[in-house]
């Protein structure tokens, strides 16, 4: 990372949460990286307590295996995220889940740290899981074991050589391309040759397109493709899309997600609302001040700001065609969003930028440039309006793209490997 980046990071830091607060945080994270806490670590209670709940499920014949999930954020049920429904799939399967869940520092309080947090899911912090390894005897009597993470911290791979020793399989899921992630300076954590560590360790690995496939390819042969997905319980009415010609005449096509314009091509949606039959609604956050004062000023864009994903259907059912307009790169190609399920869900026919592989998917068509989106958008549109798209293509699509399917599928290439 650029110095004249950090200099960026630190001033927006200072702004968002203050000078001192800003000091503060970096003090933690240097006596965090000097390991001055973890010489001093204390006996925690509150760790022995969960794995003591673990195996008394184990015990009682409640659970029949347990996984580590490490994960970039707190538990949240509803959030729509790869790494949170694998936790709720692997814990209705009757696996134990200990959710060990990011911190920036060994001094970061967080708010879920120690608590059920689910059906068989106990989270806890991962300084306090890393400084406690030999507390894992505790859960030694437990015959399937295993260790999945779904971005490659170099704190996450500290912990891989004693857990194979402990009989854990260790997969690791790759769920984006967090080289790219870490030249936009949104991975400030990653380091190239630990994930390749990862990648050669592993018992199994599973990518969720084919480039990233591709990536790895010269270290081993035998990585899987396992794409995103979508839960209809989540989002909720499915098939609702909007099919029909409104009042004020107007195409409404629709966008989730995050806006940061580290990827999203605000250029080629400013472009495209200057046709004025067409009108962009946004839902999400990330996008830069003067980007949401751009969006205010024209009257055929609207922004929504951060809707909870089990309220989409309320906004989707009155958009005719959803959009996802990413700009080229080697990050947009690797990405399988999960927002494009979701759409399909909602049963938006959808027109993207950046990512060629969705292009492949139905309801779905890849463009290269503005005057592609544009007629795409228009074709689209007047076939919703003639009831010439092929729902049955759809339906077949969507009944092998659940979160469940998904995972089950990963679960049968770890028990063959």
């Not at 309080?109 to 300084?127: A, D, E, H, R, T």
């Not at 010269?218 to 995103?228: K, P, Q, S």
């Not at 195409?251 to 962009?280: C, E, M, R, V």
């Amino acid at each position: 990372m650029s110095v004249k980046h950090l200099i960026r990071k630190g001033v927006k830091a200072i702004k968002q949460n203050g000078l001192q607060n800003t000091l503060q945080k970096t003090q933690r994270r240097i006596f965090t990286k000097m390991g001055v806490n973890r010489v001093f670590k204390r006996e925690n209670a509150q760790l022995n307590d969960v794995y003591q709940q673990i195996i008394d499920l184990y015990k009682r014949k409640d659970i029949n295996g347990l996984v580590i999930l490490t994960s970039g954020r707190e538990f949240e049920e509803l959030y729509n995220q790869r790494t949170i429904n694998l936790a709720k799939y692997l814990a209705e399967q009757g696996i134990a889940v200990l959710f060990v869940a990011w911190q920036w520092d060994d001094q970061e309080k967080l708010q879920k740290s120690y608590q059920k947090v689910y059906k068989n899911i106990f989270q806890v912090p991962v300084y306090d899981f890393t400084y406690h390894l030999e507390k894992l005897t505790i859960l030694d009597e437990i015959r399937t074991k295993t260790y999945i993470t779904t971005f490659p911290a170099k704190l996450f791979y500290g912990s891989t050589d004693q857990l194979k020793k402990s009989g854990y399989k260790i997969i690791y899921d790759i769920m984006d391309e967090w080289e790219e992630f870490y030249k936009t300076g949104d991975a400030s954590w990653y380091n190239r040759g630990v994930e390749e560590s990862f990648v050669q360790i592993a018992n199994l690995v599973t990518v969720v397109s084919q480039p990233l496939k591709d990536k790895f390819s010269f270290i081993r042969n035998d990585i899987d493709v396992i794409g995103n997905g979508y839960n209809p319980a989540l989002s909720g009415k499915g098939n609702i899309s909007l099919r029909q010609e409104l009042p004020d005449g107007k195409i409404h096509i629709g966008y989730f997600g995050h806006l940061t314009p580290s990827w999203f091509d605000w250029d080629l949606i400013f472009s495209l609302a200057k046709n004025k039959q067409f009108y962009f609604h946004f839902i999400g956050h990330g996008a830069p001040e003067e980007i949401l004062a751009k969006i205010d000023s024209l009257p055929n864009c609207k922004f929504y700001g951060k809707v909870h994903p089990s309220e989409l259907h309320t906004f989707v059912e009155k958009w005719h065609i959803g959009i996802i307009p990413f700009k080229p790169s080697k990050l947009s190609e690797a990405v399988d969003p999960i927002k494009i399920y979701e759409y399909l869900y909602f049963g938006l026919p959808t027109v993207s930028t950046g990512i060629p592989h969705i292009g492949t998917y139905p309801f779905v068509t890849h463009c290269q440039n503005e005057l592609e989106v544009t007629e795409t958008i228009l074709k689209d549109y007047q076939q919703l309006l003639d009831s010439k798209l092929q729902y049955k293509d759809l339906e077949a699509f969507l009944e092998k793209t659940t979160w469940d399917e998904r995972f089950a599928e990963l679960v049968k290439r770890l028990a063959s490997n």
